[in-house]
């Protein structure tokens, strides 16, 4: 898949339209996380390095239900893209109209104007051809950098790349570059290492994942479905009832296509899920009634840190425990930092990975860390991003 980029456009003069993901955090009128900020600022800096070149941002924030509230404003962000670009961020009120027009049309070479949020429109969630029109009427050029949201079919998503000559920016060609190798044609030996609370919503990306792979590692909640599908005992941790006879048939499958799957041969439990439960490792593969599974143990770590040791590449996706509670954190941590270490191409896809990665202050030290949490999973399902599609080549 081969998207076209901004290197391939001719930038010079134009107003260029960017939807950007700038969905950010903000406590008391501050956004207290730019990291999505950041990461779409060596695109807009290539773009104003063109001649006589200026940038109209899109971005949505929150969901204000295709009304204006105040509550959902871009205001923040603008003052903070500002700070972190050195340059003047001039804030419409709206986000189409005459008014945004006549601005748009009035920036001079360099210069940045921000839309307010495009969700306070209905249009945008339901890709409304007017919308879509009216957009358009804003830039000469329209460039795509928003992954977060690649995975959606909105005006300023997807529908206008059917209206401009359209663009990838650096951080989607990026994702793409990274996702995927993984995805159709890995280096091999490839590992997964796939985690989080329910079977349900990885049952996609394991059966994508499933036939690439060498080794997958199962973790998270979810393990004790796959467990409780071998006959084990599993306490009182968080079983899917409805999934153990999926769990039972991807096991098969990973059998016969000559697939390691590595499941926890011991663990880390507690009497309640809270964050102030003692810890206790259970030295067994089955977990004692009353007892609730909160992290993988140390001989299940081992037996991982070795698969991913000799991993060309590797996909991190969920947590393998409650690493958000310190005492529980233990399992997670040892694999972000064995996936550090590992010298094959590593890829970190969205979510809960991306926080325990940061968490551990380990993402610098990973090939790709994914800025989109659905978009990553749905790529990793081997779905069409919308997105993305209308982009390639």
């Not at 959902?72 to 003047?88: D, I, N, R, W, Y």
């Not at 809270?274 to 037996?303: F, N, R």
Request: with cysteine; aromatic share 6%.
């Amino acid at each position: 898949m081969a998207v076209r980029t901004i290197r391939e456009a001719d930038l010079s003069n134009k107003r260029v339209l960017v939807r950007v993901d700038f969905n950010c955090p903000i406590k008391n009128g501050v956004v207290t996380d730019a990291t999505r900020i950041e990461a779409a600022i060596p695109t807009l800096a290539y773009i104003l390095e063109q001649p006589g070149a200026s940038v109209v941002i899109m971005t949505h924030l929150g969901r204000p239900k295709g009304e204006k509230n105040p509550e959902f404003s871009l205001k923040p962000v603008a003052k903070k893209l500002e700070e972190l670009m050195g340059k003047t961020v001039v804030m419409a009120d709206d986000v189409v109209g005459p008014e945004v027009e006549s601005m748009a049309q009035g920036l001079k070479a360099g210069e940045i104007l921000m839309l307010e949020n495009v969700r306070y429109y209905k249009g945008e969630e339901k890709n409304d051809p007017e919308f879509i029109t009216n957009l358009a009427k804003l830039g000469d050029v329209y460039v795509n950098d928003a992954f977060g949201t690649a995975h959606r079919a909105h005006a300023s998503t997807e529908g206008l790349a059917h209206k401009l000559p359209a663009f990838a920016g650096f951080l989607i060609e990026k994702e793409v570059t990274f996702f995927e190798p993984i995805v159709t044609n890995p280096a091999k030996p490839m590992v997964a290492v796939i985690g989080g609370a329910k079977v349900s919503t990885k049952i996609g990306v394991l059966e994508s994942l499933l036939p690439k792979c060498d080794t997958l590692i199962i973790g998270g909640g979810m393990t004790y479905t796959f467990l409780k599908a071998q006959g084990h005992q599993i306490g009182n941790s968080l079983l899917e009832e409805d999934f153990i006879s999926t769990a039972t048939e991807l096991m098969k499958k990973a059998e016969a296509a000559g697939v390691t799957i590595l499941l926890p041969v011991d663990h880390v439990v507690a009497d309640e899920f809270s964050e102030s439960a003692a810890p206790l490792v259970v030295d067994s593969v089955d977990i004692p009634a009353g007892k609730i599974g909160m992290d993988i143990g140390p001989k299940s770590i081992q037996a991982c840190k070795e698969a991913i040791s000799s991993a060309k590449s590797l996909v991190w996706n969920g947590p393998m425990g409650v690493f958000e509670f310190d005492s529980f954190a233990e399992g997670t941590k040892a694999i972000a930092n064995a996936i550090a270490e590992c010298a094959g191409t590593t890829v970190v896809g969205g979510g809960d990975s991306v926080a325990a990665a940061n968490k551990f202050n380990l993402a610098s030290k990973m090939d790709h860390v994914s800025t989109g949490g659905g978009a990553s999973l749905e790529f990793l399902e081997g779905k069409t991003l919308p997105g993305i599609k209308a982009l390639e080549k």
